[in-house]
């Protein structure tokens, strides 16, 4: 699925401006890494393209649907059946085990596609270097590992669209590179648009294009 982002504007509640992005143009199967310093408006900008946040001025299209203007409900069916995202917290239901979180997409989903979803959230996660693991709760497991299980539970509905922030923050240097890997490759052979916040420079290097990013404003792009 392509992206086009035009005249972006996003502001607070309070009506301050946090970022603008005059145009942004990604085709379908890209990827694209966004930098800049801490507070620059990364997050921001993955939750506008994810549909999470409202967006005050502009145009965020994935493929031909405008995502600006929609209800919360309309947002919210287009983010189920084409995104999968990996946050920068991981937001993990805390309560339940490593293969339900990966797996949670089940729930949301129409019975005839449960068993899929649950049946690549265990591969996801083994092809990670996780037990499908049913009896502990993730509250017990590591920084890095409850990002992979993050990861896991954004592909298991084998989204057309990956936005990821900062996916390889808490794992060591080979882990990371074995995810980097994991996720160029398989957004190549889905023709999967993968958009990913990193300081990481072997992620923002692999991708395709680089978006910075520095307080609110966009300052480069290659
Ligand atoms: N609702 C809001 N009201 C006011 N300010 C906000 C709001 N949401 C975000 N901000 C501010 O906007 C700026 C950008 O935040 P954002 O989370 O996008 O930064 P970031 O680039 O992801 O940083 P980091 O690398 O630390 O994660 C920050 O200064 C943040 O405090
Ligand atoms: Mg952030």
Same mark, same amino acid.
């Given at each position: 699925?392509?992206?086009?982002?035009?005249? #972006?504007?996003?502001?607070?509640?309070?009506?301050?401006?946090?970022?603008?992005?005059? @145009?942004?143009?990604?085709?379908?199967?890209?990827?694209?890494?966004?930098?800049?310093?801490?507070?620059? &408006?990364?997050?921001?900008? %993955?939750?506008? *393209? !994810?549909?999470? #946040?409202?967006?005050?001025?502009?145009?965020?299209?994935?493929?031909?649907?405008?995502?600006?203007? #929609?209800?919360? /409900?309309?947002?919210?069916?287009?983010?189920?059946?084409?995104?999968? %995202?990996?946050?920068?917290?991981?937001?993990?239901?805390?309560?339940?085990?490593?293969?339900?979180? /990966?797996?949670?997409? =089940?729930?949301?989903?129409? +019975?005839?596609?449960?068993?899929?979803?649950?049946? @690549? =959230? !265990?591969?996801?996660?083994?092809?990670?270097?996780?037990?499908?693991?049913?009896?502990?709760?993730?509250?017990?497991?590591?920084? &890095?590992?409850?990002?992979?299980? /993050?990861?896991?539970?954004?592909?298991? =509905?084998? +989204?057309?669209?990956?936005?990821?922030?900062? +996916?390889?923050?808490?794992?060591?240097?080979?882990? /990371?590179?074995? *995810?980097?890997?994991?996720?160029?490759?398989?957004? &190549?052979?889905?023709?999967?648009?993968?958009?990913?916040?990193?300081?990481? +420079?072997?992620?923002?290097?692999?991708?395709?294009?680089? *978006?910075?990013?520095?307080? &609110?404003?966009?300052?480069?792009?290659?």
């Amino acid at each position: 699925m392509k992206l086009r982002v035009d005249a #972006l504007s996003v502001e607070s509640p309070l009506g301050q401006r946090l970022l603008s992005v005059p @145009q942004l143009d990604l085709a379908t199967g890209r990827s694209l890494a966004i930098r800049g310093p801490s507070g620059a &408006g990364k997050s921001t900008l %993955l939750f506008t *393209l !994810s549909g999470l #946040l409202e967006v005050t001025h502009g145009s965020v299209k994935w493929g031909d649907l405008e995502l600006v203007g #929609l209800s919360d /409900a309309q947002r919210t069916r287009f983010r189920g059946e084409n995104l999968g %995202l990996v946050f920068q917290d991981h937001l993990l239901f805390e309560e339940l085990s490593a293969s339900d979180n /990966a797996g949670i997409a =089940a729930l949301y989903t129409r +019975p005839a596609q449960r068993a899929a979803i649950t049946r @690549q =959230a !265990s591969d996801t996660l083994s092809h990670l270097g996780l037990a499908a693991d049913t009896q502990r709760t993730v509250t017990s497991y590591s920084g &890095g590992e409850r990002q992979r299980i /993050a990861v896991a539970r954004a592909l298991a =509905a084998q +989204p057309k669209v990956l936005l990821a922030d900062e +996916p390889t923050a808490s794992l060591d240097r080979e882990t /990371a590179d074995a *995810l980097i890997a994991d996720l160029l490759e398989s957004a &190549g052979k889905a023709k999967r648009t993968f958009v990913v916040v990193s300081h990481d +420079p072997a992620l923002i290097e692999a991708c395709d294009h680089v *978006l910075t990013i520095e307080d &609110g404003e966009v300052t480069g792009f290659d």
